[in-house]
């Protein structure tokens, strides 16, 4: 692992894919920075992080040249790797919020963004940014269903002793999907998904609300929900938020 320290940058991810353009990068090169002024979420929203308190991070991976069709399990890789590591922290009612939001009960306490290069159909390259608040303990008034490890546990974390946990953790799930093991990988997210199995309120990209519940994820990484009618129906990204 090469490790990049950087005190502030726009984003990690940006800076980490501008490298990887102009250069060979060792796998699991890790950027991390003190002050990121302009993280980016999923579906272009921007991530939110007091400077020296969280982990704003970005780790470069490749070789593991995954069909496209199989990208699900790159993201159930992921999220699992930071769930485990925060299990062992003791967090509370932990959980995934699909795609790959970490919950504890209802607060979102990490954001992942995962970027890939495409050649022939298949992912030789991923850019895997994360924001996991880790020792910030107030947020803006538009953030109110965000939280930290401190503010649920009252400890105050080590930045770098998460990191190099993170990245292992990492390596031990992407070897998992290097050697094929999809099934492990979707029975272990499935267990975790937030509000699996559970009534619940969604809205619409119309804004109209609707009661479903959530079964699973579709072949092609949508959320399977089913309706009040009792069919079941796939909602992208873009299609479908909780209320």
Same mark, same amino acid.
């Given at each position: 692992?090469?490790?990049?320290? =950087? ?10 894919? *501008? =490298? ?71 967090? *509370? ?49 538009? =953030? ?89 129906? *796939? ?9």
């Amino acid at each position: 692992m090469k490790l990049i320290k =950087l005190s502030a940058i726009d984003s990690t991810s940006s800076f980490l894919k *501008e =490298l990887s353009q102009n250069s060979t990068l060792e796998n699991y090169t890790v950027v991390v920075t003190n002050e990121q002024t302009n993280g980016r979420g999923q579906q272009a929203n921007t991530w939110v992080s007091k400077p020296n308190k969280n982990l704003t991070m970005s780790i470069f991976i490749k070789g593991f040249n995954l069909a496209m069709t199989h990208q699900k399990y790159l993201n159930f890789a992921i999220s699992l790797a930071i769930f485990d590591v925060l299990s062992v922290q003791q967090i *509370e009612k932990l959980s995934i919020k699909w795609p790959n939001d970490i919950m504890s009960a209802n607060k979102k306490i990490c954001g992942i963004l995962i970027e890939n290069s495409i050649r022939s159909n298949e992912i030789y390259t991923s850019i895997v940014g994360v924001g996991l608040n880790v020792n910030q303990v107030k947020f803006p008034d538009f =953030l109110q269903k965000a939280s930290s490890l401190k503010k649920i546990t009252d400890i105050h974390y080590n930045l770098d002793f998460l990191l190099l946990e993170l990245v292992g953790q990492v390596k031990v799930r992407v070897a998992l999907l290097k050697a094929k093991k999809y099934g492990e990988l979707e029975s272990d997210y499935l267990k975790v998904l937030y509000k699996k199995n559970i009534p619940t309120m969604f809205k619409d990209r119309h804004d109209i609300l609707f009661m479903g519940i959530i079964l699973g994820i579709s072949e092609t990484g949508n959320l399977e929900v089913e309706l009040a009618d009792e069919t079941v129906k *796939e909602f992208g990204m873009k299609e479908i938020s909780m209320a």
